[in-house]
């Protein structure tokens, strides 16, 4: 009965988080779209959120197992008060970022919560697969985890700035009259973008559930059940539609006042990172992501038209949420949820 209590606290906390990550991440997503006013704000959530659910639903698991593969703690139900704290963790950063209107990243949150209950739980790092690295593609654990939060940002740069060269040099000789085409154009980028983070994102949390689930006995769950996907679509769509004014803000003008044509460019190279991530079984964060392709177009039109201080604090943000969420979910663990353990241990 114990076990059964604690397996529905890591569910719901499963599904806070992703609700967090809605408006924390979603808020990024539907920003550029706001922000060039090719959208309405209505529009942009309306259109963001029913793609984030599909992307839930028709994702793929590649994700999910990375998550899965970070720790190797056995099969058995003291996994599931980890499991807890290091979400209860993330929740809680999300919230202190959302508070501060800092677009931090909530991957980093969840996988600093994770690492850091881990630690709290075990007394060592033993538990942690820190895996290998020997290329991108080919690495494993933790390795793989953290070279994909961290180079997908400099894509995202790369990306930004390739994607609004190419663009303008196609466009050289063209009119005012195709910005109406441009700005109708990002309904079908924004939607592809809103398809990657749902796909790549709500796998985090399934990633979880998965550990849950064989930690609970309820069965070696290689495959994401239907009924999994449908509530963390639904969470992930919640929190979409309570996406964060002041993020939106931040990333849509607050780094480079963006035009029609560079909402577009950022949308595109970000949509194909995300989504090629999701396929291969990267975690991706997509405030980071986004937030560095924004920029990356910013740097193509005018070095001096980006905002570099708004820059410097989101890279603050991305650089402590890691050690912070860790540092949480080690106190979470060690305090509030250590009488989970003593349930666990009298059943």
Known sequence: MAIVAIFI??????????????FQDGSSVAASAIGSRALTPVQTALLVLTFEFAGALFGGSAVANTIQSITSWPDRADLLPVLASGLAAAILWNYITKLLRVPSSSTHALVGGILGAVYAASGGTHYIVWGRFD????????WKVVLSLFISPLLGFAGGWLVLNVATLVLLRATNRVNQAIKSLQWLTTAAL??????????KAMGVMLLALTAAGFGQENQIPLWTRLLIGAAMACGIASMVPG?????????IKLTAIDALSAQTASAVILVA???????????????STVMGVGFAKRRKGVRWLVAKDMLMAWFLTIPCAGALAWLIHLGLLHWLEDLLAAR
């Open 247 to 255: 993020i939106v803000r931040r990333v849509g003008s607050g780094i």
């Open 194 to 203: 809103a398809f990657g983070h749902g796909a790549n994102d709500t796998q």
């Open 277 to 291: 991530g999701s396929l291969g079984g990267g975690p991706v964060s997509a405030t980071q992501l986004i937030s």
């Open 135 to 142: 290329s991108l593609l080919h690495s494993t654990g933790v």
């Open 9 to 22: 606290l890591v569910l719901i906390l499963c599904l806070c988080f992703t609700y967090t990550n809605g």
